[in-house]
């Protein structure tokens, strides 16, 4: 295939299809080629025309000659680090302003999301079509379905029912695309819907019982929640998929969701700088996407940490936006990363391929472990505050980024504050306020919330800050 990205989406799908079955050389092959052809396009920002390193004879620098980036770099540094000349950080700001936008074309062209993630450093992606298509593709090609016959006729999903269950006040990532998808087949908007998280438990519970989708993507601590509102027979659905990301799912809650709801559910790694990076296999193994994003796990000094071992941070490179280059982003997440065949019982050491045929390597992904906050409710029911629903309200209601959410009893939070956060008596009763409405929301009742200012916020055991620490978990 050529790199011009704007062959078309019947070569791309192709492309994809066969390299979704070539063996680790083939993979190889066009990542060098995609590599190549991200650094000649990224030539045409400023920034990357001065970070490009130098190499004898005009030939490519390998990757690792590349510094590290990350999202402070990228915001300091916005408009000369984008090729497309027209693009202005006022006006992507005030695009990114306005909710109703979410899922249309900044400029006409390009698609924009905001994301903090646990770093808690905002910044803003643009995308071009050509990576879309990409992310389209992959979604389309390699998602595995529990139910293969029906993605047979229906790669897109178009004649499913679908729930997103997540932060849909902003142009974020996941919100964008459904977004996105909606406004380009509008005759299968009726059957996808966004849904808040913010919203009371049963005002949820009462659209998702109207809704009745037959797929329900969120993250695993809602779904896990939902979960137990099946089980109490709240909540009614006959769901065929259960689809997850964006958070740590443990077996035991996989098992709870899949039982809870009577189908299978399938997990997904994904992020604001490449959206599918990884999917869930048969095998239950995380397949990375490897022909279009490349993962360095590192350690705390930069450097390459063997296959299986736990890194320190990843770094990213997305092989197929070429509006915004991506280049060794670092994106915070602990991962361990191996090639599909030798690992444990689900590989083939001899082929080097997983059981499931794929010889993508696979990825573990630790971290964004925060926690579910199950505080007092009215008559003594105990209500659950999601993690994410938390983290929202003080990031796009109260406009703080750099905090700790702790519970100290069953009836009281503390806020820390860390030093980026703005810690003034106004700004402190905004964040009190804003968690205080949405716990009320949720059915809370006599919440007591506090807050102080520190002057460095606790790492955790897994060397990332916990933002969100439930009651008995206090030590983390
Ligand atoms: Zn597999």
């Known amino acids: 295939m050529s790199d011009d990205l704007a062959a078309g989406s019947l070569a791309l799908t192709l492309d994809i299809t066969a390299a979704s079955r070539a063996d680790a050389a083939g993979i190889a092959e066009r990542q060098s080629r995609r590599l190549a052809a991200l650094f000649r396009a990224a030539s045409a920002a400023p920034r990357y025309r001065a970070l490009a390193p130098v190499s004898p004879h005009g030939a490519v620098a390998p990757l690792t000659d590349w510094p590290i980036t990350g999202k402070r770099e990228l915001m300091?540094?916005?408009?000369?680090?984008?090729?497309?000349?027209?693009?202005?950080?006022?006006?992507?700001?005030?695009?990114?302003?306005?909710?109703?936008?979410?899922?249309?074309?900044?400029?006409?062209?390009?698609?924009?999301?905001?994301?903090?993630?646990?770093?808690?450093?905002?910044?803003?992606?643009?995308?071009?079509?050509?990576?879309?298509?990409?992310?389209?593709?992959?979604?389309?090609?390699?998602?595995?379905?529990?139910?293969?016959?029906?993605?047979?006729?229906?790669p897109l999903f178009l004649g499913e029912r679908f729930a997103f269950v997540g932060a849909t006040g902003g142009h974020f990532a996941s919100h964008v695309s459904v977004q996105r998808l909606r406004r380009h087949w509008p005759w299968a908007a009726g059957g996808w819907q966004c849904l808040s998280i913010l919203q009371p438990l049963a005002a949820l519970v009462a659209a998702l019982n109207t809704l009745q989708p037959t797929i329900l993507a969120t993250y695993p601590t809602a779904a896990a929640l939902l979960a137990d509102e099946a089980r109490a027979g709240r909540l009614t659905l006959r769901l065929q998929e259960v689809w997850t990301g964006g958070e740590t799912l443990g077996a035991g809650v996989r098992e709870f969701i899949e039982h809870a709801f009577g189908c299978a559910l399938r997990n997904s790694y994904g992020a604001s700088e490449f959206l599918p990076i990884a999917w869930e296999c048969a095998a239950h193994r995380l397949h990375v996407n490897a022909d279009w994003v490349l993962l360095e796990p590192v350690d705390a000094h930069g450097r390459a940490v063997p296959p299986?071992?736990?890194?320190?941070?990843?770094?990213?490179?997305?092989?197929?936006?070429?509006?915004?280059?991506?280049?060794?982003?670092?994106?915070?997440?602990?991962?361990?990363?191996?090639?599909?065949?030798?690992?444990?019982?689900?590989?083939?050491?001899?082929?080097?391929?997983?059981?499931?045929?794929?010889?993508?390597?696979?990825?573990?992904?630790?971290?964004?472990?925060?926690?579910?906050?199950?505080?007092?409710?009215?008559?003594?029911?105990?209500?659950?505050?999601?993690?994410?629903?938390?983290?929202?309200?003080?990031?796009?209601?109260a406009g703080t980024f750099d905090f700790q959410l702790l519970q100290t009893a069953a009836d009281a939070l503390q806020l820390v504050l860390g030093p980026q956060a703005a810690r003034g008596a106004r700004s402190r009763e905004r964040c009190r306020r804003a968690l205080a409405d949405f716990a009320a929301r949720q059915g809370a009742e006599g919440l007591r919330i506090s807050t102080r200012a520190q002057r460095a916020l606790p790492l955790g055991r897994s060397g990332k800050r916990k933002r969100i620490v439930a009651l008995a978990q206090k030590g983390c």
């Open 76 to 154: 300091r540094d916005f408009e000369a680090a984008v090729t497309d000349p027209e693009i202005r950080l006022t006006t992507l700001r005030e695009f990114i302003g306005v909710p109703e936008r979410a899922g249309s074309p900044y400029l006409g062209r390009h698609w924009a999301w905001e994301s903090s993630g646990s770093t808690g450093e905002p910044a803003l992606y643009v995308h071009d079509a050509a990576a879309m298509a990409v992310y389209d593709a992959l979604e389309a090609t390699r998602r595995d379905s529990p139910r293969p016959w029906q993605r047979c006729f229906d």
């Open 308 to 397: 299986g071992r736990l890194s320190h941070t990843t770094l990213l490179t997305n092989l197929a936006n070429r509006v915004q280059p991506i280049i060794r982003f670092d994106i915070g997440d602990r991962i361990s990363l191996e090639a599909a065949g030798p690992a444990g019982a689900a590989g083939d050491a001899g082929t080097g391929r997983c059981a499931c045929g794929s010889a993508l390597p696979v990825v573990q992904v630790q971290g964004r472990r925060d926690d579910t906050l199950v505080v007092r409710g009215r008559h003594g029911r105990p209500v659950a505050l999601l993690p994410l629903a938390l983290t929202t309200v003080l990031e796009d209601e």
